[in-house]
């Protein structure tokens, strides 16, 4: 069973940057499809960006982030990335990291394994 932990939230202002890590503990993300989602305060979760696990080459971005954020996986050190430029105030969130076995998914609900989030805070 993979564990799921996400590290590398925190505040930053307005255009700045952030690098989010996604590791798999317990487990490997071998065969696994990794996304990031987020949870905007009084929002629902909302798909970010997902990675595929046999190329690191299909990422998958919703439009509000795309050009801005890059997502990148690192087989060998059981990791992936997420790095975030060019930030703005609505991209505060909580993010989580998931893991699912298989192809990548925009919903949520087909993802097994969770992190237990990071926050990430944008100030104007």
């Known amino acids: 069973q993979v564990q799921v932990v996400e590290s590398g939230g925190g505040l930053v202002q307005a255009g700045g940057s952030l690098r989010l890590s996604c590791a798999a503990s317990g487990g490997t993300f071998t065969g696994h499809a990794v996304g990031w989602f987020r949870q905007p305060p009084g929002k629902e979760r909302e798909f970010v960006a997902a990675i595929a696990w046999w190329s690191g080459a299909n990422t998958y971005y919703r439009d509000s982030v795309k050009g801005r954020f890059t997502i990148s996986r690192d087989n060998a050190e059981n990791t992936v990335d997420l790095q975030m430029n060019s930030l703005k105030p609505e991209d505060t969130a909580v993010y989580y990291c998931?893991?699912?076995?298989?192809?990548?998914?925009?919903?949520?609900?087909?993802?097994?394994?969770w992190g237990q989030g990071t926050q990430v805070t944008v100030s104007s």
């Open positions: 998931a893991a699912r076995y298989g192809t990548y998914s925009d919903y949520a609900n087909r993802y097994n394994f």
